[in-house]
């Protein structure tokens, strides 16, 4: 790529300038401000963009403000011509790039045609000045390889840039250590699916065991249901021998038992029989006992009275009637008798007689006649005696009369009025004469008495004083002082009569008022006083005149009793009390004495003729109470009689008694008889006999059908006999064993059973479970994912490893030879001093002399180590010829040079000449001289 | 002549899991893992509804040598309906369920006849015919010698069926497992082949029919398309093989052209016609999709998300969707027409173009010798110039954002 023309619009200084180049090295001298600078930095400007304004560098725009920018005209092997135009427009400047084919394109073109070269990449290695010669102690092997590498072009960089990025993305996706990574992550996942499904497996490897378990466990529960089975049915076998064994001993024991009875025959009921006979026997033979008993009682007679006995019982009893009246009488009499005696003794009371008088009484005169003559005597006495009790009574009435009149006399005396009463009576008309007078006065006084006198008096003394006092005039005072006490006067001598008045009129008036009732009261009692004197003398008169009459009754009463006195003188009694009464008592008195005579006599004959009838019948039955003599006459009697009659009979019972023996001998004949023959039946000769032989009889009989009982129980086991070995206690034995097997069974059983069901359970489980295939799949799944993220990893790391692997093929391959070039370079430059450029093991540039001696590159002369430097570039960029066939742009990078190293520098730049276009600016004329005609010589601002 | 029926399948891989399935969820795993028995099932429910003279299975009917317990349950479970239903089974175990493998052993109905560990014949009558079939199981993981010279050459008697575990000689592309050649089976004059091993259907002669019917549910990416196993009717002189589908989930790939689509809704849309019309006609899928066409799309896709967010989001449509659909992933096929010739990258570029088999091996190498490594597969060629073309893809990229 070389550059043709340069054509500047307007840059800095330059306006409108136009600068052909030549193919190899173009001279561009110009003193200092000739704008050599400014022409490079257009150059660059152009290739790769105004620099933004904010920048350090310049932007070189015209001072005068025309046109900015320009264009280059660029040969180019690769692309064939074209041009440049870069123009103000934004900040980087608008570019236009135009082909020989008139075909216009921008920026992205441009990339292509620099071959991703930007400006710092270019000025790495094509431009540089003196400045930009040092450093090169700073360098080490990696920047030199970079910038070797693409001299620092951005796809190197945006190539380390993605190898670093895909070492990241590789360390994001896995690490070898990592946890977190995905991949890890998904390996750990795999790691533990992995361990799940062991664990499945294995789990799942149970399976055939517990298969086998199963079968085992089937065959043994069928092997014990078998056992069990079997166990069962010889247990029921036990069971019946259980039963039928007590069965069969049974059996033989009583067969034997019957055996051992003897074999006799016995009457069907022949017990009931005998027993009926001997209970008849028995019953007659009492029967006989009793019936020769009662013949006996029989046989003894009975006594009896004789004859004539009997027959004076019977005519005493015939008589009884007779005696019943006898016995009548005493009773009558006595009754009568007694009944008189009571009213002897009620009249004897009633008189109130004493035995004397009674036995006078009998001898006494009571006629009618004589009554009478009595009875007008009495009556005259007591007619005499009434009167007298009259005028009694009338007398005392009229003497109480007088004694109350005396009484109210003394009282009346007593309200008779005091002398200080008949005084104040006598003052009363003067009173009454004084109060008038002085109602008449208090009329008079209300119509003056005023007050107002003395008191004008007093307050015109007060004021003359007080006039005085103030004058000191003492006479004024005297004067005022006497008219106050003439005041006060005044006022004292106003009479209070007016008051006093009042008062008086009142106490006056009641005083009056009281006397005058008092006079009343006077003359009420004189008129009493007089009343009852006249009454006194009244009753007087009429007591003497009762006194009077009573002395002559008085003797009208004692004549009548003489008279009387006189008529019954000669009687035991007194009865004039009561003639009458009297009289009559008397007469029944009399009366009773002889009724009680005639009833005396009468008794004893009744009497006498009781006591002989007594005697009689005493002689012949023994000593007999009075009372009791019929009762006892009439039992003898009857005893008699039953006697008889008992005696007979007897007789008639003997004889049925004798007929009634002859029967039962008979009958008991008969019974014996029967019981021989029993007893004969039965081959026996005595009842115990007969009784042992019954026993024997029962036995057998109950034998018998206990064996009937055991035959028939046998039977419903078996048809035919059942034959067993064992003993009782054997079976017992066998039978517990037996029982315990089973129990061991079923316990087996259940367990098994249980186990069974748990088998089948988990085996089923296992059989459906997916867990392992699940398992295995999200394995699967996993897996492919690892596999694509693993993908992608090694996508990334090829990447980067392409990266690597190229860039240090580049290394390895390009630097040494761009090492070996610039060592020959510079070897050539130091005219063989310095023999080799070379790498540290830090990867640090030295200078190896000829003579074997390294330094530093900073242990080289300034010259020495542009030199060094200048060779490093060219040899680089005649490496990179190839890919980038820059023009190389110097400024001035050889002023430190001696002649000879500079013609040999001008010398390697001739060898340079047809791979590269060369821009050399200098200041220095010699320069032109320098290079002797190998440049075309351009002179800066004379255009 | 009678003619018989019969069932072919192999490689049932009961319970297996599914590869390569990141960042799928529960519930798409729940449905995968429950596909080989739904396959399975469907192949047992054809069984029965049909009523084929027997059934043979050659080899691989569990995944693992552990024999999964689910898997061998469920197998028992299909055996006891076959059992059912009259029909017996004639099976022998591969590779992946070798005799020897330390697996629970859970027994068998009497219809099922497992072969022992070397070859022997077992015989059947079917309506006066008389057939004879030949087999063995694996007695350990690996049998590299070949089996074919064991089994006996067929007489005159009756109907003669071969069956084998196993690869063609030759066949570099899979692990050789007891080896055979087409005209080694021929010699044998057998009327059938009935082989297993190979997971992809293919019918490697015709006379006799020598087939393999493919594994009867995919369960990675690289076992794509429907799968299945055969119906075979059979005569001495004749034979005719049906294909029955029974994947309940089908592995397939689609290429989706991005020609004319700019905006990422018209993207999705397109995506979603495309994939709808996978869906009718296959059912549920797992479905790679491959871009082409992407450069009117790619600025606006590049710049708005990232790729896997663009697989997130178009994921999100087939959320629960019935039948299912799963996208692994989605492969964007960028021109490579970047910018202008780089001096500085193409060097990089053409290192890592440069790099062989054994450097990507070395790149790896921090991985392998980590715990990791335990769970990766080596890396085979596709994966190598896969990651070739991702790496320099990161790069290009990169270059431009950083640039």
């Known amino acids: 790529m070389k550059i043709r023309k340069i054509v500047l619009y307007g840059f800095g200084q330059h306006e409108n300038v136009e600068i052909n180049l030549q193919a190899g090295v173009n001279l561009l001298y110009g003193p200092n401000e000739a704008g050599k600078t400014t022409i490079q930095q257009a150059i660059l400007h152009i290739l790769f963009g105004f620099p933004q304004k904010n920048q350090q560098e310049l932007r070189y725009e015209p001072k005068t403000g025309g046109k900015y920018g320009g264009c280059l005209y660029i040969e180019d092997k690769e692309f064939g011509p074209w041009m440049i135009e870069r123009v103000r427009g934004k900040s980087s400047g608008d570019v236009t790039i135009h082909f020989e084919d008139g075909r216009t394109t921008g920026e992205e073109e441009l990339k292509r045609l620099l071959r991703g070269y930007d400006r710092a990449a270019f000025e790495a290695i094509f431009s540089f000045s003196l400045f930009q010669l040092q450093g090169l102690e700073r360098m080490d092997e990696t920047d030199i390889s970079r910038t070797l590498l693409a001299s620092g072009t951005t796809g190197l960089d945006t190539l380390w840039k993605i190898e670093k990025k895909m070492d990241k993305e590789m360390a994001a996706l896995f690490k070898k250590a990592g946890r977190n990574p995905p991949m890890n992550q998904k390996v750990k996942e795999l790691k533990e699916l992995e361990l799940a499904m062991q664990k499945e497996q294995r789990k799942l490897e149970t399976f055939e065991l517990l298969t086998i378990r199963k079968k085992q466990v089937d065959e043994r529960v069928k092997a014990l249901r078998n056992e069990e089975q079997q166990l069962h049915e010889q247990a029921e076998k036990h069971q019946i021998a259980m039963q039928v064994m007590p069965l069969q001993q049974q059996q033989k024991q009583v067969t034997e038992q019957l055996a051992a009875l003897p074999s006799e025959s016995f009457p069907a009921d022949g017990i009931r029989r005998y027993e009926e006979l001997a209970s008849k026997q028995s019953e007659l033979q009492s029967k006989r006992l009793r019936i020769v008993k009662e013949q006996q009682v029989t046989a003894e007679a009975i006594v009896m009275r004789p004859g004539n006995e009997q027959r004076q019982i019977e005519r005493w009893v015939a008589q009884e009637a007779e005696w019943h009246r006898l016995r009548g009488e005493i009773l009558s009499a006595e009754q009568e008798l007694r009944v008189l005696e009571k009213k002897q003794q009620q009249s004897k009371q009633r008189l109130g007689l004493t035995d004397a008088q009674q036995l006078a009484i009998e001898e006494m005169d009571l006629s009618i006649q004589r009554e009478r003559q009595l009875e007008p005597l009495l009556q005259e006495q007591t007619t005499a005696e009434q009167q007298l009790q009259a005028l009694n009574r009338m007398l005392a009435e009229a003497e109480s009369e007088r004694q109350e009149a005396e009484e109210r006399k003394v009282l009346l005396a007593r309200q008779q009025p005091t002398d200080a009463e008949r005084q104040q009576l006598a003052k009363l008309p003067e009173f009454k004469r004084q109060l008038d007078e002085a109602k008449a006065r208090v009329s008079v006084a209300k119509q003056s008495t005023n007050r107002a006198i003395p008191s004008f008096f007093m307050i015109l003394g007060l004021l003359i004083g007080a006039y005085g006092v103030w004058q000191q005039d003492w006479f004024i005072v005297t004067v005022s002082l006497i008219t106050i006490v003439a005041g006060i006067l005044l006022w004292k001598k106003q009479p209070d009569s007016m008051e006093d008045l009042h008062d008086f009129i009142h106490k006056h008036e009641v005083h009056v008022e009281g006397m005058q009732r008092l006079k009343e009261q006077v003359v009420e009692h004189q008129r009493q006083c007089q009343q009852l004197e006249e009454e006194i003398d009244r009753l007087d008169r009429k007591l003497q005149r009762l006194a009077a009459e009573m002395e002559q009754v008085h003797h009208q009463k004692r004549q009548a009793g003489i008279a009387l006195k006189q008529a019954v003188q000669g009687d035991p009694i007194d009865s004039t009390s009561n003639l009458q009464e009297n009289f009559r008592l008397l007469r029944e008195y009399q009366d009773i004495l002889a009724e009680q005579q005639t009833w005396k006599l009468r008794l004893a004959t009744a009497k006498q003729q009781v006591r002989t009838w007594v005697d009689q019948v005493e002689m012949l039955l023994g000593p007999v109470s009075e009372d009791t003599l019929y009762e006892q006459l009439r039992q003898e009697l009857m005893k008699q009689k039953a006697s008889k009659e008992k005696d007979f009979n007897r007789k008639q019972l003997l004889k049925d008694l004798e007929s009634q023996l002859k029967e039962v001998d008979t009958f008991l004949a008969s019974v014996q008889q029967q019981i021989e023959e029993l007893f004969h039946l039965t081959n026996v000769s005595d009842k115990e006999q007969f009784y042992a032989a019954y026993q024997n009889d029962q036995e057998a009989q109950l034998l018998k059908r206990q064996l009937t009982e055991v035959n028939s129980q046998l039977a419903l086991y078996s048809k035919k006999p059942l034959t067993f070995d064992w003993t009782l206690p054997e079976l017992e034995r066998k039978r517990t064993e037996i029982s315990e097997r089973l129990q061991a069974i079923r316990k087996e059983v259940t367990a098994l059973v249980d186990e069974q069901v748990k088998l089948d359970h988990e085996l089923t489980q296992m059989g459906a479970s997916q867990t392992y295939s699940e398992l295995q799949l999200l394995f699967e799944v996993k897996k492919a994912e690892l596999e694509e993220l693993a993908k992608q990893w090694v996508v990334r790391k090829a990447v980067m490893e392409s990266i690597r692997q190229t860039m240090s093929g580049w290394k390895e391959h390009q630097l040494p030879a761009v090492l070996s070039l610039a060592n020959t370079w510079f070897s050539r430059l130091t005219g063989n001093r310095y023999r080799t450029l070379t790498l540290t093991a830090e990867g640090y540039f030295q200078a190896v002399t000829a003579g074997g001696q390294s330094f530093m590159i900073n242990e080289l002369s300034q010259a020495t180590k542009e030199q060094a430097y200048l060779s490093l570039r060219l040899a680089l960029a005649s490496e990179l010829s190839d890919r980038a066939p820059f023009p190389v742009i110097m400024d001035d990078p050889f002023v430190h040079f001696d002649n000879e190293r500079l013609s040999r520098m001008i010398e390697i730049i001739k060898e340079l000449k047809p791979s590269h276009q060369f821009l050399y600016f200098t200041c220095h004329a010699e320069m032109q001289s320098k290079w002797s005609g190998e440049a075309s010589m351009i002179e800066i601002g004379k255009q | ?403």
Request: a negative charge; aromatic letters at 10%.
């Open chain 2, 1 to 403: 002549m009678e003619t018989i029926r019969f069932l072919h399948t192999a490689d049932l891989h009961l319970d297996s899991p599914f590869k390569g399935m990141a960042a799928a969820g529960p519930d798409e795993l729940a449905r995968l893992q429950q596909s080989t028995f739904a396959a399975f099932d469907r192949f047992i429910a054809y069984a029965v509804e049909q009523r084929p003279d027997f059934i043979v299975i050659v080899g691989d009917i569990y995944d693992g040598e552990d024999r999964s317990l689910r898997a061998q349950i469920r197998f028992q479970q299909a055996m006891q309906r076959l059992e059912e239903a009259h029909i017996p089974v004639f099976l022998s175990y591969g590779n992946h369920d070798h005799l020897a493998g330390n697996w629970t052993r859970v027994s068998l109905p009497k219809n099922v006849h497992v072969f022992s560990d070397s070859v022997e014949q077992q015989q059947l009558t079917v309506r006066g015919e008389t057939i004879t079939i030949h087999g063995f199981s694996y007695p350990q993981r690996h049998v590299k010698e070949p089996m074919i010279a064991d089994y006996k050459i067929a007489g005159d008697d009756g109907i003669h069926i071969g069956l084998l575990h196993g690869s063609v000689a030759g066949d570099s592309a899979h692990a050789v497992y007891a080896p055979f050649t087409v005209s080694e089976l021929r010699q044998k004059n057998y009327h059938y082949w009935a082989l297993g091993h190979i997971h992809k259907r293919q019918v490697l002669a015709q006379q006799p029919p020598i087939v393999y019917p493919g594994n009867i549910q995919g369960r990675h990416r690289n076992e794509q398309g429907v799968k299945g196993f055969y119906d075979v009717t059979l005569s001495r002189e004749q034979a005719n093989t049906t294909f029955v589908p029974t994947s309940a989930i089908v592995f397939t790939a689609l290429t989706i052209s991005c020609q004319g689509i700019e905006y990422a809704d018209d993207w999705v849309a397109a995506c979603q016609e495309a994939i709808d019309g996978v869906v009718a006609e296959l059912g549920s899928i797992i479905i790679e999709l491959v871009m082409t066409d992407t450069e009117d799309l790619a600025d606006n896709l590049q710049r708005a998300a990232s790729e896997s967010e663009w697989l997130d989001i178009l994921r999100e449509q087939y959320v629960m969707n019935e039948p299912f659909v799963w996208i692994t992933t989605i492969d964007w096929q960028f021109s490579s027409t970047s910018e202008s010739p780089n001096t500085l990258l193409e060097p990089v570029v053409d290192t890592i173009v440069s790099w062989q088999l054994e450097d990507w091996d070395e790149l790896m190498s921090e991985l392998y010798s980590h715990r990791a490594g335990r769970y990766l597969e080596r890396l085979t060629l596709n994966d190598r110039e896969q990651l070739k073309q991702q790496a320099t893809a990161l790069l290009a990229a990169e270059w431009l954002k950083e640039g």
